[in-house]
């Protein structure tokens, strides 16, 4: 059970770092948030939260986990895994994302951005 406690506390520190160097940054006048990011990060929300709520259906439960060999679970893994990739890709390229839209966002390259 302390890995899930690790896990969590890892997700809520990156969390909490996120959004104080967002309102660090905010404050400064460094970082100006507009329709287009708002935007940006409403359709990545979409497909994350899709992509959480089908590998949240899809993954065993535990104690299959325990039953299976070594090979099995790594196949099963590599398979959400893929399957999480693949959903999250497809329903932002459904809403109009590409990569070159995130590698701008990424590089904060707003004459570039269009989304």
């Known amino acids: 059970m302390a890995h899930i406690g690790l896990a969590l506390t890892t997700a809520l520190a990156a969390w909490v770092n996120a959004g104080l160097l967002g309102y660090t ?11 287009d990011s708002l935007r940006f990060v409403s359709k990545i929300l979409i497909s994350a939260l899709a992509m959480a709520a089908l590998l ?13 060999g070594g090979i099995t679970r790594l196949t099963v893994l590599m398979g959400l895994i893929v399957t999480g990739v693949v959903l999250f890709l497809g329903l932002s390229a459904l809403q109009g994302q590409t990569p070159k839209k995130l590698v701008d966002v990424v590089l904060f390259d707003r004459k570039n951005r269009s989304t």
């Not at 940054?25 to 329709?35: M, P, V």
């Not at 949240?56 to 986990?65: G, I, M, N, S």
């Open 56 to 68: 949240f259906v899809l993954t065993p439960e535990h104690q299959t986990w325990q039953q299976w």
């Open 25 to 35: 940054l905010k404050k400064r006048g460094a970082w100006i948030s507009d329709q």
